[in-house]
């Protein structure tokens, strides 16, 4: 079994920036991908970014294109999330999530989810 181990969500002012990671621990299975989505009150699971095993491998949601980037390290099964000029409607749940195998962009085929961690960005 895979676990999942989010950090860095908090309050941050419409324009800043925050940095999420995502630390996979157990039962992994190379090459895996890994992204995040992100789950607003009253709405459903929007994908917002994914890495293939190899970097280079990357999509993006477009609400989030050219503000948010993603990246991994491998040799310590984290993935990170920097995400840049945030705006009041970025605020959400983001949860971490691991798929075995090929990339992703949907929750289909999901693996294994993280606790999830809240980002808060005041206007």
Known sequence: QVQLVENGGGLV????????????SGRTFS??????????????????AAIGWIPGNEYYADSVKGRFTI??????????????SLKPEDTAVYYCAVRF???????????AWGQGTQVTVSS
């Open 71 to 84: 990246s991994r390290d491998n040799a310590k099964n984290t993935v990170y999330l920097q995400m840049n």
């Open 13 to 24: 002012q419409a324009g800043g920036s925050l940095r999420l990671s995502c630390a996979a």
């Open 31 to 48: 090459p895996y991908s890994m992204g995040w989505f992100r789950q607003a009150p009253g709405t459903g699971r929007e994908f917002v």
């Open 101 to 111: 195998g090929q990339i992703f962009t949907t929750t289909t085929g999901v693996n």
